[in-house]
């Protein structure tokens, strides 16, 4: 049971949360703070005060009042008109991390919202009534704007919402699961559609995956080497201390463990940068992904709505918190660094394939001429690290202004966060397209001895993948060596073997 206060969610818990339908409540205490901020703000809306976005129009807008009268009318065009968002759908436990970090926000006590809205949030993911929610449209200012209003609609029961997998009218929804649409009152509106929790709630999805991928690069490399005869000495610990990033140290640890021993080995000189230098890659890749988990560990409890509501000091601040530009030049580094895997990867593949550099058969069929081997599969791992390239441009770089100009900078976070989860899915191919060549690579050695994560590896592929004995449909392969990798069942294969990896 992960309890949501506004001040302690967890990476973990979102991912629980998401894909584990791990069990969650508000706590009473927060409830207490969002209530006590309801009241202040009530208070200052009968006292005649004018508040951004509660009794105005927004954006632009704000220097229109608002009638009385029109307050609730106001919330529900806000909601309708800011619903623009498009392309593909969030999946499911994108759309799961996204409403739980939105109720952890208002957990927090500081929008001014009524604890009913909280608690109706909260219901919607207990019955796992997902609003269907476009993945671009959002600008990564004023929070996720497009994609959040989404939300919203669904809450007031329109739009659409997947329930038990299917696709549905919101209202049909809610009121079969025994909810009845929410009537939002002032700040409501505003208050769903304004934070960073599409970016937060992907980026925290992302993370843990990379971080799955990461660890299994390394299995995969030290796989490589070993099939390649290469060294392990310059995985010593002695070599990284002297440079002791936090990464490098961690990468040459596991790959020292992994390689001791007795192995088949090759006397050379020096080994090739992508077998020798893999903790100075891939630690400093594992660096990247450090520095977005603690944005995230910021982002996560963070009040990222406007105007924010501090009861006890009885002021009501519209500000800026909404703006994702930490999150958006964490996003954009994250994505380079995940892009790496791959480009290191595609490399040691090369290396397997080629015979000049490996002494193994070319494109390691095992029947030249007539097969062409895993020949083709490094043109798809080439392809996608060329495309890698393309995605991992920085969206944080530009900016487009809107709502004539009074929304002058944005972050473009948002995008960021979409171009990274292409990224991740390119190098889940690439790292299990070299993972089954590395496979094929040990079983060619004529009884060779192998570490033993190489051997757990080879069990592992072999489970899904067959040896390469002649040419068959390498899609399939493909398919099955991706998932096999991105699921984390490579890497909890090994670590059964092998005792886990330090990281």
Request: hydrophobic fraction near 45%.
């Amino acid at each position: 049971m992960v309890e949501l206060d506004g001040n302690s969610l967890t990476i973990e818990d979102v991912v629980n949360v998401a894909r584990r339908r791990t069990r969650f409540k508000v706590a009473a205490t927060a409830l207490a703070r969002v209530a006590a901020s309801r009241r202040f703000l009530e208070e200052s809306i009968e006292s005649g005060a004018t508040i951004y976005g509660v009794n105005t129009g927004i954006g632009h807008l704000a220097q229109v009042v608002v009638a009385r009268e029109d307050l609730v009318e106001l919330q529900r065009n806000i909601v309708r008109s800011h619903a623009a968002g498009t392309g593909p759908d969030l999946s499911d436990e994108e759309v799961r991390a996204v409403l739980f970090l939105k109720v952890n926000l208002f957990a927090k006590g500081l929008s001014g919202v009524r604890p009913e809205l909280v608690l109706h949030l909260a219901r919607m993911l207990e019955e796992d009534i997902l609003p269907v929610i476009p993945a671009k449209g959002s600008l990564g200012a004023s929070g996720d704007l497009a994609p959040l209003s989404h939300v919203a609609l669904a809450a007031i029961g329109e739009g659409e919402v997947r329930h038990h997998g299917k696709r549905l009218p919101a209202g049909e929804a809610l009121r079969a699961a025994g909810l009845e649409p929410i009537e939002l009152s002032y700040k409501e509106g505003l208050g769903i559609i304004n934070g960073c929790q599409v970016m937060a709630g992907r980026g925290s999805l992302l993370h843990h995956d990379a971080t799955v991928l990461w660890k299994t690069a390394q299995i995969v490399a030290a796989a490589v080497i070993d099939a390649l005869g290469a060294s392990e000495t310059p995985f010593d610990p002695k070599v990284h201390r002297s440079r002791p990033y936090p990464g490098q140290l961690v990468v040459a640890a596991n790959l020292f463990r992994m390689l001791s021993g007795e192995r088949h080995r090759r006397a050379r000189v020096q080994d090739a940068y992508s077998l020798r230098c893999v903790p100075q890659i891939l630690g400093g890749i594992g660096d990247a992904f450090d520095d977005l988990r603690r944005r995230l560990d910021v982002e996560l409890n963070a009040a990222s709505d406007n105007p924010l509501v501090f009861a006890e000091e009885k002021q009501v601040i519209a500000a800026g918190n909404f703006h994702g530009e930490s999150l958006a030049l964490a996003l954009d580094h994250f994505g380079n660094a995940l892009a790496e895997i791959a480009s290191l990867a595609e490399r040691q593949l090369n290396r397997l394939l080629n015979p000049v550099l490996s002494g193994l058969p070319a494109f390691l069929a095992s029947a030249n001429g007539k097969n062409s081997g895993l020949m083709i599969l490094q043109y798809t791992a080439a392809s996608l690290v060329s495309e890698n390239k393309i995605l991992a441009h920085p969206a944080s770089v530009d900016s487009i202004p809107v709502s004539a100009d009074q929304e002058d900078h944005v972050s473009m976070g948002a995008t960021a966060a979409h171009m990274a989860a292409e990224i991740l899915r390119n190098v889940a191919d690439v790292v299990g397209v070299t993972a089954m060549a590395a496979a094929q690579a040990m079983e060619l050695q004529d009884g060779s001895p192998m570490a033993p994560s190489t051997r757990a590896l080879l069990k592992a592929v072999r489970q899904v993948i067959p040896f390469w004995d002649q040419d068959r449909y390498a899609a399939a392969d493909l398919r099955a060596a991706s998932g096999l990798v991105r699921s984390g069942e490579l890497l909890e294969s090994v670590e059964r073997e092998i005792g886990a990896l330090e990281g």
